[in-house]
């Protein structure tokens, strides 16, 4: 007898074969040991940066800022001596607080990143320099989300991971990021399969 797959030679009335584990005669295959999540290789499983979207309620404020500047400045037209100096007083009103929103957009985005993989959540700050906090899942106690109307709208929010046993990062905001309640369940479900794995260690 032999199997029908690599040709191996079988003893009669086998089941399965012994060199590459096929059925033989229509038998069910043999299961694949499972690895418990606390053996399991590290994975990557989201990286994320601060969304401009998270932003959307400061540009809605300048818009009526400058609506409001506008608004002035027609009842109120500059004239006589000092006519030119108050048209750019007017404009730059209306464009420091833009330069402000962008210049604090761009630098989250180019100075934050997160990455959640299946054993660790990291936090990477810097653009020149570079520091990286890391937390063990295992230590996660809990996680939330916070979102303001706006950034309902848009489904951006902060997220914040607690972990008061990590002595170096205890509460960990991640700002700015996009469908938050979906990363934020995909922690706590990771964070869960990570103790539950803990916990099948310590009882063998």
């Not at 059925?23 to 043999?30: H, N, T």
């Not at 630098?107 to 990455?115: C, M, N, P, Q």
């Not at 205890?170 to 700002?175: A, G, I, S």
Request: with cysteine.
């Amino acid at each position: 007898m032999s199997c029908p797959k690599c040709g191996a030679g079988l003893p009669e009335g086998s089941s399965f074969c012994n060199k590459c584990g096929v059925s033989i005669g229509g038998a069910a295959p043999l299961p694949a040991a499972s690895v418990p999540p606390s053996q399991e290789p590290e994975q990557e499983l989201w990286k994320g940066r601060f969304s401009g979207k998270a932003h959307a309620h400061l540009w809605i404020l300048w818009i009526f800022w400058v609506g409001a500047l506008v608004a002035a400045f027609l009842k109120f037209p500059p004239e006589g001596e000092f006519a030119t100096p108050k048209r750019y007083g007017f404009l730059a009103a209306a464009l420091l607080p833009l330069l402000g929103i962008l210049a604090g957009t761009l630098r989250l985005k180019a100075s934050v990143r997160y990455r959640l993989t299946t054993h660790r959540l990291f936090k990477e700050t810097g653009m020149l320099s570079r520091d990286l906090n890391e937390i063990e899942l295992v230590r996660v106690d809990d996680v939330s989300v916070h979102q303001n109307i706006v950034q309902r709208i848009f489904n951006v929010g902060t997220i914040t991971v607690f972990a008061p046993h990590d002595q170096t990062e205890p509460r960990l905001e991640m700002v700015g990021i996009e469908n938050p309640i979906e990363v934020k369940e995909q922690i706590r479900n990771h964070v869960r399969r990570r103790r539950q794995g803990s916990l099948n260690v310590e009882n063998l």
